[in-house]
C-alpha cells in the first residue's frame, strides 16, 4: 500500500492506487479532518466522513438518505442491497441510522474494495461485501428479500448499458420486498433523453414511480442526478418532499401526471437496444476534460 502524499494545494493528503478497473484516489478534506473522497480515473464516487456518519455530502446520496429515512420508523432495520459501493456511505448511514440492518453492498472492483477496506475501514458485521458484477449479483438475490434496492453503479462516469434494461428492472423488482423500493442514481443533462427512456423502462415492472430531481437538471438547464424511485406500492412521496424541498440544495419530487408526461416520449429499453448513459461535461463528478 502506498503512503499518502500532500495534494497539490498541501492541505489534503492524496492516496493513489491502481484498483482492478483504473486509477483510484483517497483525497482527504481539509474542512472535515475525518472525511474523504473516493475518485477513479478522476470521476468523484464518493464522500465518506469516518467519525460521522450521517454526513452525506454529495447531493444525490442526501437524497438517498431521505429515502432510507422515510421508507420505515426511526430507527426501525430495514433490508437494504447496494449495487455500487464505492466508500460504502449510504451503507455506513443505514448502518448508523437503523442498527441491525441486513445489508449486502455489491462492488465490482475487487481491488477497490479492497483498498476502501484498508484506508476507510468498517465493522466487518455491517454488512456482507460482495465482489462482483451488479446484473450478475440481481439474479441471485433471493425473490422478495430487500426493502430498498439502490443502484448507483458507473463504470468511469456512465450508467453500463447492461443496468439500463427493462430485463435488468425485471430483476430488480424481483428482489423487492411487499412495499420495498428501488433506487436509481441516473446522470443526464439538456433534454433528459436517457432518464425519460429509464422512467418508461423502470415503469413496465413497477407502476409507482418518482424522479427526485434539482429544479434546474429537470429544466434542462445543466447536467446532474436524478434518483428515480419505484415500486410496486405508493411511494412515501410527502415525507420525501419535505425533506428535499429543505435541503442546502433543493430538490423536488416528480411524479403522477407530471411524470408521465415526462416520461411519454421515452422508449422501453431491452438488451439489445440498450446505451450506457451519456458523456458527462468535463467537470461534472470531478471528470477531467481529457475523461472518457
Known sequence: MPEPSPGPSGSSVVVRVEVDHGLAELVSDPDRPSSWTLLVDGTAQSHVDLDDPTHLEFEYVRRLGHVVDALAPAGEPLRVVHLGGGAWTLARYVAATRPRSPQAVVELDGALARLVGDRLPADDDLWQLRVGD????????????ADLLVVDVFAGARIPAHLTSVEFAGLAAAALAPGGVLAVNLADGGPLAFARSQVTTVGTVLAHRALVVAGDVWHGRRFGNLLLLASADPLPLGDLARATAADPFPAGVRHGAEL??????????????????????????????DGP
Open 260 to 289: 408521465r408526461r415526462f416520461a411519454r416520449t421515452g422508449a422501453v429499453v431491452t438488451d439489445r437496444t440498450a446505451v450506457p448513459s451519456p458523456v458527462p461535461p468535463a467537470g461534472f463528478f470531478g471528470r477531467p476534460a
Open 134 to 145: 451488479a446484473r450478475a449479483e440481481a439474479v441471485a438475490l433471493p425473490p422478495g428479500g
